[in-house]
């Protein structure tokens, strides 16, 4: 079972960059893609990014094109979100997702998942 943990959440000023991290177990983690969601209060779970396991391939909601970028490096098992040019409709809680193909943007689709972490962007 591929457990996950993500990291690198945290308070910024609007305008700021964050990077998030996600370390996965080792297991299966060359067979999976892997996706970013967050999580608004009171709203759903909304897709962000998603990655293939070779990387070559990514896809991004329209809400972050041009200001997210996700990325993977396998030899340390880990997916990354770098977040620039933040406002405060980013703020969210962030999960890691692990799935068995690359392109869903709905949570079910994916069946592994991180706690989450919390990104909060001031105005």
């Known amino acids: 079972q591929v457990q996950l943990a993500e990291s690198g959440g945290g308070l910024v000023a609007a305008g700021g960059s964050l990077r998030l991290s996600c370390a996965a177990s080792?297991?299966?983690?060359?067979?999976?893609?892997m996706a970013w969601f967050r999580q608004a209060p009171g709203k759903g779970r909304e897709f962000v990014a998603t990655i293939t396991w070779s990387g070559g391939s990514t896809a991004y909601a329209d809400s972050v094109k041009g200001r997210f970028t996700i990325s993977r490096d396998n030899a340390k098992n880990t997916v990354y979100l770098q977040m620039n040019s933040l406002n405060p409709e980013d703020t969210a809680v962030y999960y890691c997702?692990?799935?068995?193909?690359?392109?869903?943007?709905?949570?079910?689709?994916?069946?592994?998942w991180g706690q989450g972490t919390q990104v909060t962007v001031s105005s």
């Open positions: 997702a692990a799935g068995r193909r690359f392109g869903p943007r709905v949570p079910l689709e994916y069946t592994y």
């Open positions: 080792e297991r299966t983690w060359s067979s999976n893609a």
